[in-house]
């Protein structure tokens, strides 16, 4: 069960929030005119939700390699972006 607080109260009551969420498990829901704009959730359920997000990105690679795909190593793309960053243009 997640609980809901406007941005409004958010600011006050920050550490409140950030307790509720951590000792009960669950998330704390930030709106803003009814709307979820953010979520404060537990560090572990952060922990696991990347983990699944880095495992997601894992497969899709190893996906396209395995079709073939041209495969740029870390470094490679790391220089690119720096070239990137570095155009004034």
Not at 19 to 40: K, P
């Amino acid at each position: 069960m997640s609980e809901s607080y406007s941005l409004a109260q958010g600011p006050a009551e920050l550490e409140e929030l950030v307790t509720q969420a951590s000792r009960r498990h669950e998330q704390v829901n930030l709106t803003d005119d009814d709307t979820t704009i953010a979520v404060i959730v537990p560090l572990a359920e952060f922990q696991e939700l990347q983990r699944a997000a880095d495992e997601a990105d894992i497969a899709e690679a190893e996906a396209i390699k395995a079709k073939g795909g041209r495969w740029i190593p870390h470094a490679e793309v790391v220089a690119m972006l720096e070239m990137d960053n570095s155009d004034p243009a």
